[in-house]
């Protein structure tokens, strides 16, 4: 009667390995399907606008600050390397566009130059952030 009660305890033990196994599937969908936020690193007061809309496929943020200072992934950059790190990021994913969020109180003229970088880095889905109004 020993042997049975033994064998019984082992027979009524749960295989939790294909639970693990979906539990592990389901977490790779998640990561590879999550849409990750994009931050420039610093944070700028954007002026408002009527006509803002939610920009869907912004992979590359440019922040231009009211001293001129320019930051893409949270790191500060240089005038004349804007073109190079936006390239870079391009070449990441080449579907990506480029959301500059520009200070109002920023320089119109950095403004204009980092746009035009942007496009001679060969991404013409450049946009502006604006807080809607």
Do not use: C, Y
């Amino acid at each position: 009667m020993r042997a049975k009660r033994h064998g019984t305890a082992e027979e009524t033990e749960i295989d939790l390995t294909p639970m693990l196994d979906v539990v592990f599937i389901m977490l790779i969908f998640f990561i590879v399907t999550a849409s990750f936020i994009k931050e420039s690193g610093i944070d700028v007061s954007r002026p408002d606008a009527v006509t803002a809309v939610v920009q869907e496929r912004a992979n590359i943020v440019v922040a231009v600050t009211e001293t001129g200072q320019i930051w893409i992934n949270r790191r500060e950059v240089d005038r004349r390397a804007v073109r190079a790190n936006i390239e870079r990021l391009h070449a990441e994913n080449p579907q990506g566009a480029v959301v500059i969020t520009a200070d109002e109180k920023a320089d119109v003229g950095i403004l204009v130059e980092v746009m035009d970088q942007a496009r001679q880095a060969g991404v013409f889905n450049v946009s502006i952030a604006a807080d809607e109004s």
